[in-house]
């Protein structure tokens, strides 16, 4: 595989992870009894159900990251609802 698709793959799953690791964010904090499954200094790892590319990148990823005696945590997700605005209402205000 040339460089540069690699480079673009692997821009593609940090994007992807960050997303991912920003919606669990948020599942935290609307459930917060989940975390208290969560070990203490753990590394999370975000996994997609169906998505075996980003899942074995994100694993590998972890590998290289995780700290001795650190504890590896994979999450896998296995619905996701589409993303969509929290918008309600909004105004429009033309400018010349």
Known sequence: ???????????QFTEKNSM?????DRYIVEHPGFADQLPDNGLVVMQ?????????WARKAAEKAVEKGQQIVYVKITELKPVRSR????????VA
């Open 87 to 94: 918008i309600e209402k909004l105004s429009l205000e033309m």
């Open 20 to 24: 991912l690791v920003r919606e669990f």
């Open 48 to 56: 997609i159900e169906g998505d075996e590319e980003f899942n074995s």
């Open 1 to 11: 595989m040339p460089h540069a698709m690699r480079m673009q793959i692997m821009r």
